[in-house]
Each structure stands twice: as C-alpha cells, then as structure tokens.
C-alpha cells in the first residue's frame, strides 16, 4: 500500500499569508493526486485533481503542484474562510490513500 | 445540481450490523461509482469499497472484506452499504461520495452518517 505523509500537521498563519502544505508519497505515484478541504461537522470537498487541476468554482488562489512523489497545495493570499483541515489522497483505478490531514488556522 | 442525501444517524450495540443508504439526484446514477469512506472522531478518511450502479460489480477494501456489503437498487437511484459485526472502534461519520469515471476520487460526497457502536 502506498503510504500518503503530509506536513505540517497544524499550521497558524495570518490573513494574506502565502501557505504551503507538502504531502509525500511512501512511492511514485506520477501526478495521480488529489486535495480536498474539510471544515467541521462538513464533508470534504474536492480542491485539485491530477496533482494541479484546480476543480470547478474553487478559487483561484489555490494551487497544486509536483509529480513523483512529492506535492504541494498552495494558498496564495489566505482568506479567513480558509479555516479547515486539508487532505491528500493518492488514488487509481484500484485504490486511493489519504494523508493525515492537515489543519489550519488563522491567527 | 448533483446531490447525494445519506440516511440519519444510528446507534448499534456491538456485533450489530448496520445499513446506511445513500440517494442520489440531479445526474445519471448508473453513470457514477458510488464509493463508502468513514471517518472516526478526530481522525483521517478511510476508503471502503465502492459499487458499480450500472453492473452491480464492487471492489471492497482487503480490511472490510468479512465484513461490509454494498449494493445498490436503480429504480430509486439509491446505494446501500451494509457493516456487519459491529466494535466500538466502527464508531465514525461514513459517507457515501461520486467518483469520477473509473478513478478512486470524489467530486462529490453525502453529508455523512453518524454510527455510533456502544454497549
């Protein structure tokens, strides 16, 4: 199974801050990766797919990038409502694995 | 718009079994798979299985293999996922969500159904 390790674990930044955070694949897995935000009581919701897709109706100042085994999910200019716990998942045809989540704060 | 309407919240004493459905609306839904993943309280997402609406074919996770059944009836545009042989530690939010052609992500999920399991 291939493991799905993100970084940090919690993250507090401020409004208009650039953030980053990373996810690391146990292997390759091309560009097969997705990011989905989840706020409390929510379910998730698809951000990006295939690594850096951003999905419809997402803003734009969430982008993703990397290949191989390495990814990042960026915020350019936080915004408030960008309080949530952020996932990655490596997925195929097969199976999908998730990453720990990652949970930001505002400060 | 595309909706997936999960059942309400239920309570099962161990060795129970439960079944949450999951109805879906506004597209094709022998056209989507439907997937299961659950999340325990304070913890990450966990796939499951999923089920192929139009064939009825389904792929489960090797954990969940003894113990989970999906299944689903196209008159109602409805999947089911049946957990048997309840713990304690079954206790989370399972969620019902599309998936996009073949691949095993989701662009969109049901609200989420809470099962607790408790003596």
């Known amino acids: 199974d291939i493991q799905m390790t993100q970084s940090p674990s919690t993250l507090s930044a401020s409004v208009g801050d650039r953030v980053t955070i990373t996810c690391r694949a146990s292997?390759?897995?091309?560009?097969?990766l997705a990011w989905y935000q989840q706020k409390p009581g929510k379910a998730p919701k698809l951000l990006i797919s295939?690594?850096?897709t951003l999905e419809g109706g997402v803003p734009s100042r969430f982008s993703g990038s990397g290949s191989g085994t390495d990814f990042a999910l960026t915020i350019s200019s936080l915004q408030p409502d960008d309080s949530a716990t952020y996932y990655c998942?490596?997925?195929?045809?097969?199976?999908?694995?998730f990453g720990q989540g990652t949970k930001l704060e505002i400060k | 718009q595309v909706q997936l309407v999960q059942s309400g919240a239920e309570m099962r004493k161990p060795g129970a079994s439960v079944k949450v459905s999951c109805k879906a609306s506004?597209?094709?839904?022998?056209?989507?798979?439907i997937h299961w993943l659950r999340q325990a309280p304070g913890q990450g997402l966990e796939w499951m299985g999923r089920?192929?609406?139009?064939?009825?074919?389904?792929h489960y996770a090797q954990k969940f293999q003894a113990s989970i059944t999906v299944t689903r009836d196209t008159s109602i545009s409805t999947a089911f996922m049946e957990l048997r042989s309840l713990r304690s530690d079954d206790t989370a939010v399972y969620y019902c969500?599309?998936?996009?052609?073949?691949?095993?992500?989701?662009?969109?999920w049901g609200q989420g159904t809470l099962v607790t399991v408790s003596s």
């Open positions: 969500a599309r998936g996009l052609g073949s691949w095993y992500y989701f662009d969109d």
């Open positions: 089920i192929n609406p139009n064939s009825g074919d389904t």
């Open positions: 292997q390759s897995i091309t560009i097969w």
């Open positions: 295939k690594a850096s």
């Open positions: 506004g597209y094709t839904f022998t056209g989507y798979y």
């Open positions: 998942q490596h997925y195929n045809s097969f199976s999908c694995s």
